[in-house]
């Protein structure tokens, strides 16, 4: 017959039994998941697109930078010579050039030379090959002295201009701080976009268990009568969370490779015209281990929100309900 | 033992308990009586501490239940098993899981678990039943599994309130029989209820509230 008996565990610890509710919980939680797969898929899915979106924007943003980050910025004038103008001209022009004070160095790009690092860096050697000609002039690279403000930039430029044998002179640095700007501005919207769909996946999320809490609610109740803590109650709803989070992590990684996998074509063109010999970097484990952590620790969170609520304001109801 | 000293608990201008007085030896088994309003089921909710009383103090071996306070009111609630008339079963789990819930709680393991499931689904005589869905048995046979979910932790104390209420009188005796079974084995037991056929053929101290007082005790 059963004796009463006070909390004889024998060999069983403390520590032991915690590990043996977690597993419960862990697993109690699992099986809730496996019984409602649309509710889970949706949930999921709702996790993921709110991870997804913002991760494929910084990861292209990431990769924008890396070409940013790679381009010489040091103020310089590129002087496209006239396209008739030979290799003995070329040369004129460049010792008249160092010979300016304001000007540190000069720099002569033989056309010939500069076609044939098109073509490798382009890749276009049939379409380079059908040509009658070379169509790229010599090229000179002024690089003028450091203390060389905006404005003297742009006259130093004017002056060149009127040289013969000139055709067109580029400040070349423009491109890259529009660029950069551009990229500063990205940074900043992805990562309000993020908090705010961060924010909407912890809503939705906390709806989701708000909605699971309340069809246990009688189990809330029995619990908390029979001597179960309110870590007990709260415990298999923080797991939910943890693996819907984790759920939508992994899904999000998907979405994220399958999104890299269509831009990479957009993008690469863009490094291209951004003269950018790299290709768009895949997302690597960085990206489909930080979106997992980050989806469950989004639902630990809102797990431990809503629960710490519910199942508190459900065991203040049954304390009401049974008087 | 159990003992209420001088327990009032007042809901606005109304008392339900009123300096109320008594004491529950250990291995004894009471019944508590009296007509609906009377205070008995307030006694129940303040000895398990689902409310507290607005005067005097109740003693559980001696330690006043006013120092159980946070997490320990989950310790002093596992020292009870408890019984009501509604069942209060969890109809997503089957009986072996409803059972087995007590003893989760505590943190038992698997092995231990399933050992005393079987022992307590043995004395309510529903060992076939051990994997059966609650909503296919019985009245009598969901207050059974109810009954063996409060005893699976091997509690110090069995409260029941109205178990019998929804039973028909041959299965309200099956159900004290129990009750007494249990006692026997050193479990104290406090029963509360209206049924007076149960109440006549019990042997055990008989206790009547009326108007949140102790009107009478003394053996049925």
Known sequence: MTQPQKRDQGHWGAWAAWRAQHRAAASTSWQKLVVQPVVTAVTWLVIAISLALPSTLLLTLDNLSAVAGGVDRSPQLSVLLTGDSELPVAEQLQRILKSWPEIDDVVLLDRELALSQFIQQTELATVVGSLARNPLPHTLVVMPGPALSAAAMTELGQRVQTLSGVDRVIVDTRWVARLETALQAGWRWVLALGAVMLMGAVLVLGNTLRLAIEARKDEILVVNLIGGSPAFARRPFLYLGLWYGVGGGLVAALLLMMMTWWMAGPVNTLFLLYESPQTMRAPGAFYPMSLTVLGGSLGLLSARLAAGRYVRQLVSLASSQNR | ?220
């Open chain 2, 1 to 220: 033992m159990i003992e209420f000293d001088r327990v009032s608990r007042r809901f606005g201008q109304q008392d339900a308990l009123r300096n109320l007085n008594l004491q529950i030896d250990d291995g004894e088994m009471a019944l508590l009586t009296g007509h609906s309003g009377a205070g008995k089921s307030t006694l129940l909710r303040l000895l398990l501490l689902l409310d507290r009383p607005t005067g005097g103090q109740i003693l559980v071996d001696g330690q006043s239940t006013k120092q159980v306070q946070g997490n320990a009111v989950g310790h002093y609630r596992r020292r009870f098993g408890v019984v009501f008339q509604e069942h209060r079963l969890l109809f997503d789990r089957n009986v072996r899981d409803n059972i087995a819930l007590p003893l989760e709680i505590a943190g038992f393991s698997l092995h231990d678990t399933n050992r005393r499931v079987r022992a307590a689904l043995d004395k309510v005589g529903l060992l076939a039943k051990e994997r059966a869905d609650p909503n296919g048995l019985s009245g009598g046979e969901q207050q059974r599994v109810a009954i063996a979910r409060a005893v699976v932790a091997r509690p110090e104390f069995l409260i029941a309130d109205e178990p019998t209420g929804n039973l028909d009188p041959a299965l309200s005796v099956e159900i004290m029989t129990l009750f007494e079974a249990f006692n026997q084995v050193g479990v104290t037991v406090l029963v509360a209820t209206h049924d007076l056929s149960l109440i006549a053929r019990s042997r055990h101290r008989l206790m009547t509230l009326a108007a949140g007082q102790l009107m009478q005790a003394g053996v049925a």
